[in-house]
């Protein structure tokens, strides 16, 4: 079955650094989305990708897809200590309506 | 517009025993997702309903796990008899999707499940 792989599972950052996280797929995906979710929340939309290098900013946030449609990335540029939470991609497959999360990457900032 | 409703936050019970979940989505999302999600993991689908109509049900354990969406409005989510395993965060969650468009879905607050 089609499964999402996202890397790192954790990254401590200094407030104003960077950061990136890394989402993989077995397989082409249709689209990717993105989620965030703070500490003891729920998962809140945060972007949809559908063509084949897409990039879309949002203020601090670049998110990416791959050409080949089966990877995709979230940069932040000079974290802030509200950046903190999980972030999760989550893939379809053409012929699914079901997408596949990732496990998630927690960012984790330090003032 | 208000977000989509869930209740109970927070649940407590023995194993064996039986639990239900309520959901409301978003008025005028015809699609509701019943997601299961254990801690440090995504979350994963139990059900996808369209309008009233189960269009994926493949990964709710049928054996303890049932869904409804009656009138297709809310959705209640039971388990009987909850194992230990199944300890966990039910978020529910809407969109507006439709066959051939994808959209972002809307989660609720979610109900943390505690089996002892």
């Known amino acids: 079955g089609q499964q999402v792989m996202q890397i790192p599972q954790y990254q401590h950052v200094q407030e104003g650094e960077d950061f990136t996280t890394y989402c993989n797929s077995s397989t082409t995906l249709s689209n990717i989305q993105w989620y965030k979710q703070r500490p003891g929340g729920h998962p809140v939309f945060l972007i949809q990708l559908v063509k084949s290098g897409e990039v879309k900013k949002q203020k601090r946030l670049t998110f990416q897809f791959g050409e080949a449609k089966k990877n995709s990335s979230l940069h932040i540029t000079a974290t802030q200590t509200t950046d903190v939470g999980t972030y999760f991609c989550?893939?379809?497959?053409?012929?699914?309506?079901?997408?596949?999360f990732g496990r998630g990457t927690s960012l984790i900032v330090h003032p | 517009e208000a977000g989509v409703a869930q209740s109970p936050r927070y649940k407590i019970i023995e194993k064996r025993q039986s639990v239900a979940f309520w959901c409301n989505p978003i008025s005028g999302h015809a699609t509701l997702y019943w997601y299961q999600q254990i801690l440090g993991q995504g979350p994963k689908l139990l059900i996808q309903f369209q309008n009233n109509g189960v269009v994926d049900d493949s990964q709710l354990p049928k054996d303890r796990f049932s869904a409804e969406r009656l009138k297709g409005v809310d959705s209640t989510l039971k388990i009987q008899p909850a194992k230990l395993e199944d300890s966990a965060v039910y978020l529910c969650?809407?969109?507006?999707?439709?066959?051939?468009?994808?959209?972002?879905?809307?989660f609720g607050s979610g109900t943390r499940l505690t089996v002892v």
């Open positions: 989550a893939g379809r497959t053409g012929g699914s309506y079901i997408p596949t």
């Open positions: 969650a809407s969109s507006l999707e439709g066959t051939g468009v994808n959209y972002g879905y809307t």
